[in-house]
């Protein structure tokens, strides 16, 4: 997929962390592509450690921007990395639907975070 010139806008050179859902490596690369970020982690968000842990790293500066896949992720994972990214500063974009690069790169563009 080409990049949109929107979402790179909002996305290269940034820190970015995907919450929720499986991507697999496929995805993954595509999402690297399509967003151009400096780095780009994603975690399936099931394990109440690992969010606190990753709630830490957005606290700690580590991150840019957060990308939450809510339909694949559960309401308390959810929770403690919106108040993180609150607390911080962070922008913090709900992709209510899908988790494909088009998908993401779509709403990134309809909501305008930067």
């Known amino acids: ?3 949109s010139e929107e979402s790179v806008l909002y996305t290269s050179g940034k820190h970015i962390l ?3 859902g499986d991507l697999g490596k496929g995805r993954l690369q595509e999402l690297k592509t399509t967003l151009q970020p400096a ?3 994603w975690d399936a968000g099931w394990d109440t450690r690992r969010v606190h842990h990753l709630a830490d790293a957005i606290k700690a500066g580590s991150v840019d921007l957060v990308i939450l896949l809510v339909r ?5 994972a959810s929770t403690t990395i919106v108040a993180a990214a ?3 500063s962070v922008v ?3 992709v209510r639907n899908g988790r494909s690069a088009s998908q993401i790169a ?3 563009t309809r909501t305008g975070k930067q």
Not at 72 to 76: G, I, Q
Request: hydrophobic share 45%; proline share 4%.
């Open 18 to 20: 995907i919450l929720g």
């Open 92 to 94: 913090c974009v709900t």
């Open 39 to 41: 780095s780009l982690r």
């Open 1 to 3: 997929m080409e990049p």
């Open 72 to 76: 694949f992720l559960n309401h308390n």
């Open 106 to 108: 779509a709403e990134l």
């Open 86 to 88: 609150k607390a911080s």
